[in-house]
C-alpha cells in the first residue's frame, strides 16, 4: 500500500485546494501518472504517483483544502482494478437499512434523497453528510456554477433552517429569497484570494504613486512594420511585438535608476543587480506574473520567444513556480483590452510597474505643424519610499526617448 502526499512546492506553500481528482476509487495507475490537481497560491499542481497499481482510496475530496505532507490517497500494488467497485456501490445501501429504524418524519426524505441523489453531481462527502442529516441533495443549493454539490454546500443547507428560528421576526428571510434570485454568489478560487490579499496589502503598506507620460509610437510601429517579417523568417517562426521594444526599453531605463530597480527588505535597501522582467499574463482564472530572466542579455527574439512561451504555459496552467518567483520589475499592458490610461498596482514586493495602454491617434504639435500621430499613454506606479520624483520622471521619460528612437535601443543594449 503506497501512500499519496501532498508534495513539498517552495518553501512559501504550505497548502493548496483540490481541483479534480483524474482517478477514482477503483481506477488502476501507473506510476508516475498524474492523479490529481492541486491548486495553490500560486500555480497548480500535478500530483503523481509514486506506485503502480490501484486507487482504493480517497482521502480528501475536491474542494477540500489539505496541507504539504499531508496523505490524500492510496495505492494498493496489488489489488485489482474491480475490487473497489462493490465497495463504493454498497453505500447507498446503508441509509435504506437503517430508514425504518427512525422516526417517521425524516424517514421520507431519506428514500426520497437515495432516488434523487443518484441523479445529481455531488462529491463522496457530500453524499455522505447529505445521508447522516436526512437531506435530500436535490434540495440543496450548489455553489459550484457547473452544479456539483460539495459538503460544504450539505453543511450550509443543513444549518440554513436554523437561522430563521433564532429570529424573532418572521418578516427576515423575505429579504434573503429576494437577494438569492438576484445574486449568484460564486466562491474565489484560491488564487483570486490570494491575489485580492497580496494587491491590499500592497495597498496597505507602500507609499504608491504613479506618474504619467506619453509616447509618440511612429518611429517603433515603422520600423516593426518593415522588419517582422524578416524578423519572424530568421527566428522560427517568433513574431517581433512592442513588448521586445519595451522590455529592452525598461532594461536600459532599470540601469540608469537602480532604485527602481530594488526592494525594501526591513530597515534596508536591496537594489537588484539582476533584471528580472515579469509581464502580466491574462488567463481564464486572473491575472500572473511569469518572469522574462536576465532580460539584459537576451536579444529582441529571445525576449519575444521567452513571452510567447510563458503566456502559453500560463493559459494552460502549465506555470512552474520558478516561472513566478523572483522577479525584480513588472511589465502590464492594458492596452490590449482598450484601456487608454491607468494607475497599476506595484507587484509584491518589488518597488515599480510600467503599465503600458491603447494606441490611439491624436493630434500632435510636431514641429510647428499639427499631425495625427499614434500615441500611447504610459504610467510608472513607484514606492516613493524608495523611488523620489525625480527618479521615477527620468525613468519613465527615458523609456519614452528609447521608444521614440528604437534605433537607441541597439546603442543600450
Same mark, same amino acid.
Given at each position: ?13 504550505t ?13 488502476s ?27 482504493t482510496e ?17 495505492v494498493? &500494488?496489488n489489488?485489482?482494478? =474491480?475490487a473497489? +467497485? %462493490?465497495?463504493?456501490? !454498497?453505500? $447507498?445501501? /446503508? @441509509?435504506?437499512e437503517? *430508514? ?18 443518484e441523479r ?12 447522516e442529516k ?20 450539505? &453543511?450550509?443547507?443543513?444549518? =440554513?433552517?436554523? +437561522? %430563521?428560528a433564532?429570529? !424573532?421576526? $418572521?418578516? /427576515? @428571510?423575505?429579504?434573503? *429569497? ?16 490570494t ?19 506619453e509616447?509618440?509610437m ?10 517582422k517579417?524578416a ?9 517581433l511585438?512592442?513588448m ?6 525598461v532594461?536600459?531605463a ?60 500560463a ?14 520589475f ?45 500615441m ?24 519614452k526617448d ?12
Amino acid at each position: 500500500m503506497a501512500d499519496i502526499i501532498v508534495p513539498e512546492l517552495a518553501e512559501s506553500i504550505t497548502e493548496g485546494e483540490i481541483v479534480r481528482w483524474v482517478k477514482q476509487v477503483g481506477d488502476s495507475v501507473e506510476k508516475g501518472e498524474f492523479i490529481v490537481e492541486l491548486e495553490t497560491d500560486k500555480v497548480n499542481a500535478e500530483i503523481i504517483s509514486e506506485e503502480a497499481g490501484v486507487l482504493t482510496e480517497i482521502l480528501a475530496q475536491e474542494g477540500d483544502v489539505v496541507e504539504v505532507g499531508a496523505v490524500i490517497a492510496r495505492v494498493d &500494488a496489488n489489488a485489482t482494478g =474491480a475490487a473497489p +467497485a %462493490p465497495k463504493e456501490e !454498497a453505500k $447507498p445501501e /446503508a @441509509p435504506k437499512e437503517e *430508514a425504518p429504524k427512525a422516526a417517521p418524519a425524516p424517514a421520507a426524505p431519506v428514500v426520497e434523497e437515495t432516488s434523487s441523489n443518484e441523479r445529481i453531481i455531488a462529491s463522496p462527502a457530500a453524499r455522505k453528510l447529505a445521508r447522516e442529516k436526512g437531506i435530500d441533495l436535490a434540495a440543496v443549493s450548489p455553489v459550484d456554477p457547473q452544479g456539483r454539490v460539495r459538503v460544504q454546500d450539505v &453543511a450550509a443547507h443543513g444549518t =440554513a433552517p436554523a +437561522a %430563521p428560528a433564532a429570529q !424573532a421576526t $418572521p418578516a /427576515a @428571510p423575505a429579504p434573503k *429569497a429576494v437577494d438569492d434570485s438576484r445574486v449568484e454568489a460564486v466562491k474565489m478560487t484560491r488564487r483570486q484570494q490570494t491575489a485580492a490579499r497580496k494587491l491590499l496589502e500592497v495597498s496597505q503598506n507602500t507609499a504608491m504613486l504613479t506618474t504619467f507620460n506619453e509616447i509618440d509610437m511612429t518611429a517603433v510601429m515603422a520600423l516593426r512594420s518593415r522588419k517582422k517579417d524578416a524578423f519572424m523568417e530568421n527566428h522560427d517562426g517568433t513574431k517581433l511585438g512592442f513588448m521586445s521594444f519595451f522590455t529592452k526599453a525598461v532594461t536600459a531605463a532599470l540601469k540608469k535608476y537602480p532604485a527602481v530597480n530594488a526592494k525594501i527588505v526591513g530597515d534596508e535597501i536591496h537594489y537588484n543587480k539582476f533584471y528580472d522582467v515579469g509581464v502580466a499574463v491574462s488567463t481564464p482564472d486572473g491575472l500572473v506574473v511569469p518572469n522574462v530572466r536576465d532580460t539584459d542579455r537576451k536579444n529582441f527574439a529571445e525576449i519575444e520567444a521567452d513571452i510567447a512561451e510563458l503566456a502559453v504555459k500560463a493559459r494552460n496552467k502549465k506555470l512552474a513556480l520558478s516561472d513566478l518567483e523572483g522577479g525584480s520589475f513588472t511589465i502590464t499592458n492594458g492596452g490590449i483590452f482598450g484601456s487608454l490610461m491607468s494607475t497599476p498596482i506595484i507587484n509584491g514586493d518589488q518597488a515599480a510597474i510600467l503599465g503600458m495602454h491603447n494606441i490611439v491617434k491624436r493630434p500632435i504639435a510636431v514641429g510647428d505643424e499639427i499631425e495625427l500621430r499614434p500615441m500611447m499613454y504610459v504610467a510608472l506606479s513607484y514606492d516613493h519610499r524608495i523611488i523620489n520624483g525625480k527618479e521615477s520622471v527620468g525613468f519613465l521619460k527615458m523609456v519614452k526617448d528609447l521608444i521614440e528612437n528604437p534605433e537607441d535601443l541597439l546603442l543600450e543594449g
